[in-house]
């Protein structure tokens, strides 16, 4: 089956040189907060329950964002770098409430109508098909599921100066992605919105994040003032979307008539990402698809799903 190609960060240093090491902690502190505010709220004592119970977290690395999505009783954390999801492990701990699995994001290897939730943060900007990935989230999210998607956007104010300077030849206010590096792309805000509607997705809400990320004002200005000013502003997203990254919360609307699957079982969550058959047949060290007899591994406490087992 041919795919777009995958930005693979197997073997990667990631979450040590850009994030504990990076100076990225303005960026990390707004990310938490925006997620705090988009996420469904968790159950108060004694109170409705409007979190769910199962969340897809697409692209999750290292599991830097994992500890922050509270409520849900257990999430599945999806990278391709099986490395990566190592270092989550370490991380997070082995337990019930964690699903490590590694997999294709346009091949995706579950049942549909599967989750609660879902979300994209940092991961769609290494999408080469972009619309293709976010159909594989719109499949195995249940009817009235939650999806909170972040996008690296094309038509920031440097990247429009820049143009309007003549330092930059691709225009930011076109709605095609722009590559600017290999396997990443900045996108429009309204090419994503087209993209999520055309899906059967409902936004809610939309928020602007980076609005100071600026390498002199980082430098000067201590990071708590500059998180409190970004946590102001990202409000504005509701009206205009100028900055560098954009939080955005969908709702899956009823459209397919997927339904939400109520599995308790982890082996019922899987499909085979080639035929699409389930339930597939655990065979302890991989599952076995009794449809076109592939194996896919299982290894220490991570599925894989990126290749067959070679026979």
């Known amino acids: 089956m041919s795919t777009p190609p995958v930005c693979n960060y197997e073997g990667s240093d990631y979450q040590t040189s850009f994030w504990d090491k990076g100076g990225r902690e303005y960026e990390d502190r707004t990310e938490s907060i925006a997620l705090k505010r988009l996420l469904p709220t968790p159950a108060l004592a004694g109170g409705a329950r409007e979190s769910g119970r199962l969340l897809l977290e697409l692209?999750?690395?290292?599991?830097?964002?994992?500890?922050?999505?509270?409520?849900?009783?257990?999430?599945?954390?999806?990278?391709?770098?099986?490395?990566?999801?190592?270092?989550?492990?370490q991380r997070l701990g082995a337990s019930d409430k964690y699903i490590y699995v590694a997999a294709d994001a346009y091949r995706l290897p579950f049942i549909?109508?599967?989750?609660?939730?879902?979300?994209?943060i940092r991961t769609l900007h290494h999408m080469a098909d972009a619309p293709k990935a976010l159909g594989q989230v719109k499949k195995v999210l249940g009817t009235g599921g939650v999806f909170i998607l972040e996008f690296a956007n094309k038509l920031n104010l440097k990247a429009i100066f820049r143009y309007l300077l003549g330092?930059?030849?691709?225009?930011?206010?076109?709605?095609?992605?722009?590559?600017?590096?290999?396997?990443?792309?900045?996108?429009?805000?309204?090419?994503?919105?087209?993209?999520?509607?055309?899906?059967?997705?409902?936004?809610?809400?939309?928020?602007?994040?980076?609005?100071?990320?600026?390498g002199f004002l980082k430098r000067i200005v201590p990071t708590s003032i500059l998180v409190f000013l970004d946590s102001?502003?990202?409000?504005?997203?509701?009206?205009?979307?100028?900055?560098?990254?954009?939080?955005?919360?969908?709702?899956?609307v009823e459209r397919d008539g997927i339904p939400l699957h109520r599995q308790d079982n982890i082996l019922s969550y899987f499909k085979c990402p080639d035929c699409g058959h389930s339930p597939l047949i655990d065979k302890t060290d991989c599952l076995e698809c009794s449809n076109c007899g592939k194996k896919w591994g299982v290894k220490d406490g991570i599925y894989d799903f990126r290749e067959p087992i070679k026979k």
């Open 59 to 89: 692209g999750a690395g290292a599991g830097r964002n994992t500890p922050r999505y509270l409520g849900f009783d257990r999430i599945v954390l999806l990278d391709y770098s099986r490395t990566q999801l190592e270092q989550a492990q």
């Open 112 to 120: 549909g109508g599967l989750f609660d939730a879902a979300t994209m």
């Open 232 to 252: 102001l502003f990202q409000w504005t997203g509701a009206w205009w979307q100028l900055t560098p990254s954009v939080f955005v919360k969908a709702k899956s």
């Open 167 to 214: 330092r930059q030849q691709w225009s930011p206010f076109t709605l095609e992605p722009v590559e600017f590096a290999k396997l990443n792309f900045d996108f429009h805000p309204k090419a994503v919105r087209n993209w999520l509607k055309d899906l059967g997705f409902a936004i809610e809400k939309t928020l602007t994040l980076s609005h100071f990320r600026v």
